[in-house]
């Protein structure tokens, strides 16, 4: 099987696998979020630690798992808002452990650990915030967002493909084949979704708030991704595993997600549009 066919076939199972996540029902969602969750901790950890401190990184893990699993709980049976903070308990653990480690050269180890759970697991924990939009779980926003993300790499690749070559580079250091036309590409691209995802009634908010929305995310998806490849090539490696056969780790195709995400409901949430 040819790497194109492998990666249509492999793409076409991951959107699928993304839909059924986000439209049937809040239990599926939460499968979903957290099997992404677990996936992009471990590589991110396989990336920066290899083996090493195994007890902590299983603490971490467990940590963004009880977090998002109290939110969701929050939100779907309306568990007390103070039983939210109990994962800090988790996380008073981590240095505890690194303590009691017999390897204390590798210290760093522990920032690691940590910019593991800010990284993934806060941001992917707050989606229930945006899954429950409205009080009841309705995850079209989410879906949306997702939409918007992957039009501004469709984007990126396509125009920059097909006009980017000899053109100036958005950060060759990080990332030698990102160009400015691929990121203006990009942001052509992530607008038009905003518009059409607004036309068809899915974003219930005036048309400047839709391109001011695409312009953030679009913005954030690109930090993300560039943060993503400056990580490997800290870590010399090509992609963060293997487990979409011909797209890389969970780590390579939601990086952008996790920066573009919280900025999005971050805007509006100040709006108070969401």
Known sequence: MSNLALRTISGVGFIAVMLCGLLI???????????????????????????????????????????????????????ELKYIALPIILLMAIPISAVLSEDRSHTRDVAYIFTGILYIAFPLALSNIIAFKGGSFNARLLLCFFILIWCSDIGAYTVGKLFGNGKRKLAEDISPKKTWVGFFGGLAFCMAAAIVIMLTGLFDFPWYHCLTLALIMDIGGVFGDLFESLWKRQCGVKDSGNIIPGHGGMLDRFDSTLVAMPLGAIYLSLLGLL
């Open 25 to 79: 029902n809040q239990y599926l969602f939460a499968a979903l979020v957290l099997f992404m969750m677990v996936a992009m901790m471990l590589e991110f950890y396989r990336m920066s630690m290899n083996g090493r401190h195994s007890g902590a990184k299983a603490i971490a893990i467990a940590a963004g798992v009880a977090e998002f699993a109290l939110l969701f709980a929050f939100f779907n049976w309306g568990l």
